[in-house]
């Protein structure tokens, strides 16, 4: 076997062979076999690092027949994927939404937007997406929005008559916002994966992330005009069009002050990135100061919630690290089989054109939603997807917006969804039980305005870059 690695860098001294030889296949025969052995593995419950790793390592060894070659390429990608100053953009912005979530920031958004919309249709539904999308902007993962609003939104909205299936759904469904709205833990890895800026990624979801917002908003106002019984109860669909006189009546001033912290936070991070004043690593740390100093202020972080906020920080953390480090030996791997060029060999043979890979590459994420998380699937796909998707004309900015809006939408399909899970996890530990069926059935509305943005960004790239 040859002595440079797959990207040029040197594996000298030469690698000695040793360990059992195996049977040798075709490469492209092995990549298949892998990437269907995936499938399996992921299906009967093994995480999905693990069955990267696993099969990666397999397929090295089995294409050079050189047990040590498959070690030394694992122990180069374990550090090289990980030890670049970028990466710790990932820990920092998971801090950051964890101590904005404890400092009650989602409550007052949401009290302050639901003044806003509270005389529209379905204005507590539509307070509940232009409070994720704001909240969005401090956290940069979906669960974490769904946690914090399931608590806040879905009660009241219930309360007002609203059907907790929708209720419910209206929460995971603008919760996808979490990431494509910058700062974006997906965007993050994207960047990474494709080696593009991070900072311009961010800069390039905001214009996608306000349509998506207002695409959900004009999807709630429609179904309470034109279908309210999807929308509200049957007992009560009048109560839930305009709040009872027992809401809170906040003042103009007193919402701009509620919703001041989050602006402060938004100025900093993304008008230090736009500004150019920090990198998206130095931006990621000036929020987290600035989080933990309004949580400070405002008397929510004892030494005891920082520690559990410290904790969930680094076990997230790491569990996206070593899906990286997975990631990376895979699309090694995949590269070496020669998978990725064979696909877009086949699709020449086909005749596909940027819509026909387009339609098949949105199917495919869409069936893997259904299985895995957002985060697997795009370090799954990329690797295979990316250069057949950049021979066809894809801008590699708009093909990473593309790329999370398909992949957010495995947060609420059926039977993964993640976000719909943890929405109705949240409910029943604050003592709302509200059936898993009923919550994917209102998701189905939220699927809509996603598949209309996505075509949309495809049709006109320039909506991904028009801030660049």
Not at 61 to 82: G, H, I, K, P
Not at 201 to 221: W, Y
Not at 287 to 292: C, H, L, P, T
Not at 409 to 422: K, R
Request: aromatic share 8%.
């Amino acid at each position: 076997p040859s002595s440079t690695g797959l990207r040029g860098e040197s594996l000298s001294p030469p690698i000695q062979k040793f360990g059992p030889r195996i049977i040798q296949m075709d490469p492209v025969l092995l990549g298949t076999v892998i990437i269907l052995a995936l499938l399996v593995l992921v299906m009967i419950g093994m995480p999905v690092a693990l069955a990267l790793i696993g099969l990666s390592f397999a397929g090295v060894w089995m294409l050079r027949d050189n047990f040590e070659l498959a070690l030394r390429l694992l122990s180069t990608t374990s550090y090289a994927s990980v030890s670049s100053y970028v990466y710790v953009a990932i820990p920092l912005f998971i801090l950051m939404g964890g101590i904005i979530s404890e400092a009650n920031i989602g409550r007052d958004t949401f009290n302050a937007l639901e003044r806003l919309f509270r005389r529209a249709k379905g204005g507590l539904a539509i307070s509940t997406v232009a409070s994720n999308a704001v909240f969005s902007t401090v956290t940069g993962v979906s669960v974490a929005s769904a946690a914090v609003f399931a608590r806040i939104a879905v009660p009241e909205m219930i309360r007002h008559g609203y059907r907790d299936g929708f209720a419910a759904a209206t929460v995971a469904g603008s919760s996808i916002l979490g990431m494509l709205i910058p700062p974006s833990l997906l965007l993050i890895v994207y960047g990474i994966q494709a080696e593009q800026s991070i900072g311009a990624l961010f800069i390039a979801a905001i214009v996608p992330g306000i349509i998506m917002s207002v695409a959900f908003a004009l999807m709630i106002a429609l179904l309470a005009k034109w279908w309210p019984r999807q929308v509200f109860s049957k007992s009560r669909p009048e109560e839930a069009v305009v709040p009872t006189e027992d809401r809170p009546v906040i003042s103009a001033r007193s919402g701009f002050m509620a919703l001041l912290p989050i602006a402060v936070l938004i100025a900093v991070v993304m008008g230090g990135i736009y500004g150019g004043v920090f990198s998206p690593t130095e931006a990621g740390a000036a929020g987290a100061v600035g989080a933990a100093a309004i949580a400070v202020a405002r008397r929510r972080l004892s030494p005891e919630r920082l520690s559990r906020i410290l904790r969930e920080t680094a076990s997230v953390s790491a569990s996206i690290l070593m899906l990286l480090i997975a990631a990376s030996m895979y699309s090694r791997t995949m590269t070496m089989t020669g998978i990725p060029a064979q696909f877009a060999l086949m699709l020449g043979e086909w005749g596909a054109d940027y819509w026909t890979f387009f339609i098949i590459y949105a199917v495919l994420v869409l069936i893997a939603g259904m299985f895995l998380d957002a985060v697997s699937i795009m370090l799954i796909f990329l690797p295979i997807a990316l250069p057949v998707a950049l021979a066809l004309g894809f801008e590699p900015i708009q093909f990473g917006i593309l790329t999370v809006i398909a992949a957010e939408m495995a947060l609420i399909t059926p039977p993964f969804g993640l976000s719909i899970f943890v929405v109705q996890s949240t409910l029943r530990e604050h003592g709302t039980a509200v059936g898993i069926a009923r919550i994917f059935v209102g998701s189905i509305f939220f699927l809509v305005p996603m598949i209309g943005v996505l075509v949309l960004l495809a049709a006109f790239p320039q909506l991904a870059t028009v801030l660049l």
